[in-house]
């Protein structure tokens, strides 16, 4: 309320709305079937080759993600949303979900001689700058092995997800793979990288030159164009590969030739986390600009260790749901929707009644029937337009007559088949054949 002693200043001097968090997104209604159709599809996929869900905290201490993502990634430096809870502990909101899983097969003793094959979905946190694609809560569906050390995994893991992308319809997307070799040869690589590019040094942009002492392996995917022309001559890591990763390496591309699966050897691509060892990949499409990755993941023999676990190999990948959205709405893809399929309008004492029960009865003997009663009253020219506008095909009408009668009019919102007046007891077979013939 506005008094006389304060002058009226407008809209602007009314309590600021609550809005929500830069970066975090409201799914609304209108959307929400594009990530109906991609979690289901993606999970069914999943279903098909076996692996099962796990499902672990949003929530973890933060030494988890610094213990096993690394220290100096962009990540851990600059874009977890860490904080301290009332007792004084050091909490982080899960910026990617593998940790976790980890944590968790450690924890509750899932990883004695493991042959595990998981996936899990929902939100990470990173504080990034929002722009297309690129989210501070964003989702991922992540799908980590563990237990198995040969390159059948990876191959499998890559011929999944294809599997998973095909299902979308994303066909035109790039498959990028490369070899990280072990620890000991990506150690002896980086001294030979660092002694490449500090003869360049004066060449570099800030960012590189700072990582030049950090994380130099992650030089080599600069966007910056003149770093990319330096980096185009330095060493490759995959030239210098020992024997058993070159093997490996050797029979993920020879499989996936088999397989009929086109694949870019692309020696630069590196991951944005430590953990990664031998195969990695990613799946890139040119549609979404530096946000275009929208698959990346490989194998991380290491990591279960690094965390207190018994010395367990794992290979996983995750996807980014987000990008996978856009990419689906920038195609204009036919997404289904789960419209209902039918709509009860009412008029008259009693009717409101008659149609929640009516509703109900269909539920029970037509399983799987999508039908919606009209609430909050109104005339029939009003509950018609509610219909049309839930995306039902058929209306049914209980209006005084039919109350009277004990019967019900099924009305074709499309006109194709002609409107019948039945009995109550005929509607679910009336119907159930109206829904056949129009499926
Ligand atoms: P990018 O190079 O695009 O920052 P990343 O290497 O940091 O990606 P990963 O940690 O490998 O990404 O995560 C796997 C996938 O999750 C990415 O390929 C992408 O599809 C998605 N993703 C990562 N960060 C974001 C974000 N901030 N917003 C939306 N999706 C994201
Ligand atoms: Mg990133």
Redesign the pocket.
């Known amino acids: 309320m506005v008094t006389c002693s304060q002058p009226y200043k407008g809209v602007l001097s009314l309590p600021k709305h609550i809005q929500a968090i830069r970066g975090m997104n409201d799914l609304l209604p209108e959307h929400a079937h594009y990530w109906q159709f991609v979690e289901d599809t993606l999970v069914g996929t999943l279903a098909r080759y076996g692996y099962q869900e796990m499902r672990t905290p949003i929530l973890e201490s933060t030494e988890l993600f610094e213990r096993s993502i690394g220290e100096v990634t962009d990540i851990v430096e600059k874009e977890m949303y860490t904080f301290a809870d009332r007792n004084g502990d050091r909490l982080t909101l899960r910026p990617?979900g593998t940790a976790g899983c980890v944590r968790a097969a450690i924890e509750n003793g899932m990883l004695r001689n493991a042959a595990l094959r998981l996936w899990y979905k929902g939100p990470m946190f990173?504080h990034?700058r929002p722009q297309k694609?690129?989210?501070r809560q964003?989702h991922?569906i992540g799908v980590e092995t563990f237990g198995f050390a040969g390159p059948d995994i990876d191959i499998e893991l890559i011929l999944v997800s294809a599997r998973m992308l095909r299902a979308l319809g994303l066909t035109d997307l790039r498959l990028e793979i490369n070899s990280l070799a072990t620890p000991e040869v990506r150690a002896r690589y980086r001294s030979e990288l660092v002694a490449y590019l500090s003869a360049h040094e004066s060449r570099l942009d800030e960012d590189s030159k700072r990582r030049l002492t950090t994380n130099p392996l992650r030089i080599l995917d600069s966007k910056n164009p003149e770093v990319q022309a330096i980096v185009a001559d330095a060493p490759r890591l995959l030239d210098s590969l020992d024997e058993e990763s070159y093997a490996h390496f050797r029979t993920v591309c020879a499989v996936l030739d088999n397989a009929g699966l086109s694949y870019t050897i692309n020696p630069c691509l590196v991951?944005?986390?430590d953990y990664y060892t031998r195969t990695v990949f990613?799946w890139v499409s040119t549609a979404l600009g530096s946000?275009g990755?929208?698959?990346?993941g490989g194998r991380f023999d290491h990591l279960v260790e690094q965390l207190g676990g018994p010395p367990t190999p794992a290979a996983g990948f995750?996807?980014?749901l987000?990008?996978l959205v856009v990419l689906l709405k920038e195609r204009d893809a036919v997404v289904p929707r789960s419209a209902p399929q039918a709509y009860v309008v009412h008029f008259g004492e009693g009717a409101a009644r008659s149609a929640l029960v009516l509703a109900e009865s269909l539920r029970d003997t037509l399983p799987g029937l999508r039908i919606m009663v009209h609430c909050g009253g109104g005339g029939l020219k009003a509950q018609f337009r509610h219909a049309d506008k839930s995306g039902a095909r058929f209306v049914l009408v209980l209006g005084d007559t039919e109350i009277a009668n004990h019967v019900v009019t099924i009305k074709d919102l499309r006109d194709t088949i002609p409107q019948q007046t039945l009995p109550r007891a005929d509607v679910p077979a009336l119907l159930g054949k109206f829904l056949q013939t129009v499926a």
Not at 293 to 296: I, L, P, R, Y
């Open positions: 990617e990173r990034e694609g690129r989210y964003f991922q991951r944005g986390l990613e946000q990755t929208v698959c990346a995750a996807l980014g987000e990008r």
